[in-house]
């Protein structure tokens, strides 16, 4: 079975999870800067860890509305839908991902300004483990 790609979405840096073959657990990879590059590295990503499907956050309020940061990452996630048509692309809600890293970070000892290099693959390890756990037919 193919892989998942979990992607958290910020306006500096995108985190990324990769899941296991089983599509069972979430592993942190190197978030990657969000700039002019970021569609070239995802798709040698995808390649390279022959990912099937990508799951992109969609930030929304704790409300459950759109806020600004819900319509940078909608279009983050068409141009990554376009740049990878042979893979399936997703949208998955994403709300409190970054406050649960952050607790799992804290809770592992990390100290806050040790985190900021980790947060948002942390992020993304939360928000891929939700969708694989969703998706489980267990």
């Known amino acids: 079975m193919s892989r998942v790609l979990g992607l958290d979405p910020g306006t500096k840096r995108c985190g990324v999870a990769v899941s296991d073959t089983r599509r069972t657990m979430a592993f942190p990879r190197p978030a990657f800067a969000v700039n002019e590059d970021l569609l070239v590295r995802l798709a040698a990503l995808v390649d390279e ?34 740049a990878l048509r042979h893979v399936t692309v997703v949208q998955w809600d994403e709300r409190l991902t970054t406050l649960e890293a952050q607790k799992s970070l804290s809770g592992a000892g990390m100290r806050a300004k040790e985190q900021r290099d980790h947060i948002d693959s942390a992020a993304a390890v939360v928000l891929l483990q939700g969708y694989l756990s969703a998706i489980s037919p267990t």
Not at 49 to 75: F, N, Q
């Open 49 to 82: 860890e022959e990912i099937g499907l990508v799951v992109v956050g969609r930030p929304l309020a704790l409300a459950g509305h759109e806020t600004p940061s819900t319509i940078e990452a909608h279009s983050l996630f068409v141009r990554i839908r376009d």
